[in-house]
């Protein structure tokens, strides 16, 4: 049975705390680029988060873990102190035990979460994770996970002109960089994106997968985002995979070609004068 159509829901980029609001403390990198919108606290207690919301329907999850004690036991764990990219989601239209059956040889039963919004309302959502320990948390940023909404997506994911005008013009994702080292972890990796994503659509600097999206683009006539699966290049990749075997970032999003910004033009936008970086974050326009 072919797998439905994925769509890129949200990335999840960590970043340090601010312990006086008990929010991510964004960078001024990303402050200067992006219209941030108010995300809150998870009901768990153990993160909380801003986003960074997209024309394509898809957000930036800038996350922290406001209570540290709680890290080790995480999905997102084990590391408190972590900054960069950490996982990525999918969706699709299918109800979430319906999608689970698809992926049960990686994936693990839906589970129920939910967070409150500044404004006091309730946000609610199933989460499909990677078979594992600690909800598969040795296998995020490798491999996605599922998120099917149980409140309507517009609580969870508000979108409108507002939140989606960004500084640098970005209006989606074009492209995701996952790298796999390793003789066994590289093709098992390769066979549950198959299985999850379908055949890969090029074999170009690494295997090519492309998802939908989850709201069209005006103007914008190629497909959604492509996930880029791919052994170490070079010695900075293999440092990457040195401690876990896989890596997730470099993230491309895309903007619109005009004045001053011509088309093919890819600038990055995670670094700013005194900052290292996050793990890559790119647009390209188009």
Same mark, same amino acid.
């Given at each position: 049975?072919?797998?439905?159509?994925?769509?890129?829901?949200?990335?999840?980029?960590?970043?340090?705390?601010?312990?006086?609001?008990?929010?991510?403390?964004?960078?001024?990198?990303?402050?200067?680029?992006?219209?941030?919108?108010?995300?809150?606290?998870?009901?768990?207690?153990?993160?909380?988060?801003?986003?960074?919301?997209?024309?394509?329907?898809?957000?930036?999850?800038?996350?922290?873990?406001?209570?540290?004690?709680?890290?080790?036991?995480?999905?997102?764990?084990?590391?408190?102190?972590?900054?960069?990219?950490?996982?990525?989601?999918?969706?699709?239209?299918?109800?979430?035990?319906?999608?689970?059956?698809?992926?049960?040889?990686?994936?693990?039963?839906?589970?129920?979460?939910?967070?409150?919004?500044?404004?006091?309302?309730?946000?609610?959502?199933?989460?499909?994770?990677?078979?594992?320990?600690?909800?598969?948390?040795?296998?995020?940023?490798?491999?996605?996970?599922?998120?099917?909404?149980?409140?309507?997506?517009?609580?969870?994911?508000?979108?409108?002109?507002?939140?989606?005008?960004?500084?640098?013009?970005?209006?989606?994702?074009?492209?995701?960089?996952?790298?796999?080292?390793?003789?066994?972890?590289?093709?098992?990796?390769?066979?549950?994106?198959?299985?999850?994503?379908?055949?890969?659509?090029? $074999? !170009?600097?690494? *295997? /090519?997968? #492309? +998802? %939908?999206?989850?709201?069209?683009?005006? &103007? =914008?006539?190629?497909?959604?985002? @492509?996930?880029?699966?791919?052994?170490?290049?070079?010695?900075?990749?293999?440092?990457?995979?040195?401690?876990?075997?896989?890596?997730?970032?470099?993230?491309?999003?895309?903007?619109?070609?005009?004045?001053? $910004? !011509?088309?093919? *033009? /890819?600038? #990055? +936008? %995670?670094?700013?004068?005194?900052?290292? &970086? =996050?793990?890559?974050?790119?647009? @390209?326009?188009?």
């Amino acid at each position: 049975m072919a797998p439905p159509p994925q769509s890129l829901d949200h990335l999840i980029l960590f970043l340090p705390l601010n312990p006086i609001t008990t929010l991510p403390q964004i960078p001024s990198s990303l402050t200067s680029s992006f219209t941030l919108t108010p995300g809150g606290h998870h009901a768990d207690g153990a993160t909380s988060n801003t986003l960074i919301l997209l024309a394509d329907g898809c957000y930036i999850e800038l996350i922290s873990f406001c209570n540290p004690s709680l890290a080790e036991g995480h999905w997102w764990g084990p590391d408190a102190n972590f900054t960069g990219w950490k996982d990525w989601c999918l969706t699709n239209t299918l109800p979430a035990n319906e999608s689970q059956k698809l992926v049960a040889g990686s994936h693990a039963d839906p589970i129920r979460g939910g967070r409150q919004r500044p404004d006091g309302v309730k946000v609610e959502w199933d989460v499909t994770f990677p078979h594992g320990d600690r909800g598969g948390q040795g296998s995020r940023g490798r491999l996605p996970f599922f998120c099917h909404d149980v409140t309507p997506r517009e609580v969870r994911v508000p979108v409108d002109a507002e939140k989606t005008t960004h500084a640098c013009g970005a209006l989606g994702v074009k492209e995701i960089n996952v790298i796999v080292d390793g003789f066994e972890l590289f093709p098992d990796t390769c066979d549950e994106y198959v299985k999850i994503l379908g055949e890969p659509e090029s $074999k !170009e600097k690494g *295997l /090519r997968f #492309r +998802l %939908d999206r989850v709201k069209k683009v005006e &103007g =914008v006539d190629f497909g959604g985002a @492509e996930v880029v699966l791919r052994y170490p290049g070079n010695e900075e990749h293999r440092k990457l995979v040195a401690k876990t075997g896989s890596w997730f970032g470099d993230v491309v999003l895309f903007g619109k070609a005009g004045p001053g $910004k !011509e088309q093919g *033009l /890819r600038e #990055r +936008l %995670d670094t700013a004068e005194g900052e290292d &970086g =996050v793990g890559g974050l790119w647009i @390209e326009y188009v």
